[in-house]
């Protein structure tokens, strides 16, 4: 049994980041399975952060936008190999600003492209190709007022409903 080093169950989140032009924040990068082609921000929830967390601290350090949560607009899961579980939540975010600042030690590119040309762009990831296609209308909404009780001990709840 193979096992990485994230363990056999990933959480991952992306984030689709719309400007005021309605372009989106795409990236190319520099190793794996999406090298060279647009893809969406994207990385591992890390220990004590909630998913909306992990969404922003990623674009941010990956290509220096800082971001709105505007919902969940879908779940990607797979299983590698037949043992590692594969899980990335998609968000919907509004950019808070245009100025790109690459982590050129992961990323060859940053853009904010229109969707129609991602659409029509070889280079465009299957993730980008079928959310650019659709028209997404559906999200989860955060909520993050409530508290569930004092005894289940959470630092931080979040609720996407």
Sequence with gaps: MTQSKRGNVWLAVSGIVANHEGEWLVVKKKYGGLKGKWSFPAGFVNEGETIDEAVLREIKE??????????????RSGVIKEVISDNMVIFSLLADSNEIQVQEEELDEVAFIHPKKLVEDKNSSLLITKLASDVIESKLNKYDQFNPGDHFGYTTYTMFL
């Design 62 to 75: 990956e290509t220096g936008i800082s971001a709105s949560i505007a919902g969940v607009v879908g779940i």
